[in-house]
Structures are given as structure tokens and as C-alpha cells.
């Protein structure tokens, strides 16, 4: 598997759950980085768009390197020769999360993400869904034991954000965390985050704290 630090490309996919804001954030911020985002949107993401924001699919697609349509399942994501440092799918359908780990995939979006469960590159699903009954549980955890992470984007309320905005931003942050980058807008316990008791200088151990 490539490291981020050598491969500075990743695919970002939309599907049409709601909060489609987390991708397009995530475009921006990753252009903010220098990184290359590879963008797959379904059709039904470009639907939700019109729904929850002001954003046009077009100018979601100029946020990102290249954008692809959803059924190109010819293109360049969707072959392990292809390097890239990782996928995120934010945010993460139920139908999208459900075809990844059947492996039957039957759009661009999925294919992606299996090419990544399959040369063991990072996934991170960004599941949008609740609640969940069981079914949805089982198929996380198969996902998981395929080496996905599930990483829905719970607000990170310790923050002590001040506006949505600030809200998707630490999701959007902590994502870009797992696949290895590290993104400005992050907020960070113990460091950015006066209340968080940082580790003593010398000292081989720290203070509890309230987990997170």
C-alpha cells in the first residue's frame, strides 16, 4: 500500500445520503492540502445537493483534480494500477455501504471502493444513516473485517463548536486524520483544545482523561 506521504491522490465519492456538505467540504479542504481529489457523485448526490445546499454539481466536480461520471466504470479509479493514498465516501449511503460488501458493484463509486478493500488501501465510509437495525450492523461489521473503517461523522461536541459549519469541519478534519493527512481546520484534545489536559513534559505517563 502506497504511503500518504509518497501518493498525494485520493478518490472522493458522494453518494446521495444526506449530508452531502461533508464532501464538498472535504473537496475544498483538500485542495487547501495540495492534494490531488479524484470525485465520483452519483446521481442521486447531485439531487441532494439541490435539497440541502447552494452548491451546483458543477461546481462540485471544478473543487476537485479530475471528476468522473458514475457509471465511467472504465475509468482510472477503478484499477488497483492506479496509486492512491486512499477513498473516503462522505457521506456514505446505506445502498453505497450495502454493494461494497457484497462486492457486487454496479457504479464507479463502489467499484473504487472495492479496488480499495482489495489492494488494502484505506476506506473510510462516512455512513449517514439512524437509527440503525440490524442488518445495517451486520454489514458494517462485515466491512470492518474487510478492512473498511465506518466513521460516521458524530459532531464533536467537546469542540465546543460555534456554528454547523465548525461542526462538519472536525468531522471532515478527523477523516482526513485516518487516511493519513492532516488537515488545518482540525481541533485537537490536549493541544488545541485548552479544557484537554496536556501529557506532562518528561513524564512517561499522563493524567486520565474523559475518552473520546
Known sequence: MPSSA?????????SGA???????????????????????ISKAAEMTLGYETSWKPEAVRALAHTAYAAQDVGAAIASGSFKTAGM????????????????????????????????????????????LHLGHLRTMTALSEMGAIIAPPVPALYAQPKSVEELIDQSVARAFDLLGFDAPSTKRWGEDLTQGRRRPQGSGTSSKTPRR
Open 88 to 131: 473516503v465516501i462522505a457521506p456514505c449511503s446505506i445502498r453505497t455501504m450495502s454493494e461494497i460488501a457484497t462486492g457486487v458493484t454496479t457504479s464507479l463509486m463502489t467499484r473504487a471502493a472495492d479496488v480499495m478493500l482489495k489492494e488494502r488501501r484505506p476506506l473510510l465510509l462516512m455512513i449517514r444513516e439512524t437509527p
Open 18 to 40: 444526506s449530508g452531502v456538505i461533508y464532501g464538498v467540504r472535504f473537496l475544498e479542504i483538500a485542495r487547501e492540502l495540495g492534494l490531488e481529489a479524484h470525485l465520483v
Open 6 to 14: 509518497a501518493v498525494r491522490r485520493l478518490v472522493v465519492g458522494i
